[in-house]
């Protein structure tokens, strides 16, 4: 896991920061970032706290589980409460 490595090499807040970094503007969410929606920049800004909790509950507790479980979650709320 790239967190666990850089983490490893450099201490656990380069870690957190790189992976949350390479995650956000990853190609899974790069679709948000090419889209016209002026919403783009506060959607980044948005996964990207959202990935520093995600990164700090996995460092805090070493278990993706845990972490898998919140982005479920999230997902969750995501697809409930959109208006489409």
Same mark, same amino acid.
């Given at each position: 896991m790239v967190q666990l490595e850089i +983490? /490893? /090499?450099w201490g656990a807040p380069a870690g957190i920061l790189v992976a949350n970094v %390479?995650?956000?503007? &990853?190609? %899974?969410?790069w679709t948000y970032f090419s889209s016209? %929606?002026?919403l783009? &920049?506060?959607? $980044?800004g948005s996964i990207f !706290? !959202? +990935?520093l909790f $995600? +990164? %700090?509950l $996995?460092?805090?507790? +070493?278990?993706l589980w845990i972490v898998t479980v919140f982005h479920a979650i999230g997902n969750a709320y995501i697809v409930t409460s959109s208006s489409e």
């Open positions: +983490g /490893r /090499r %390479l995650y956000t503007f &990853g190609p %899974l969410h016209p %929606l002026p783009a &920049g506060p959607m $980044f !706290v !959202v +990935g $995600f +990164g %700090l $996995f460092s805090r507790s +070493g278990n």
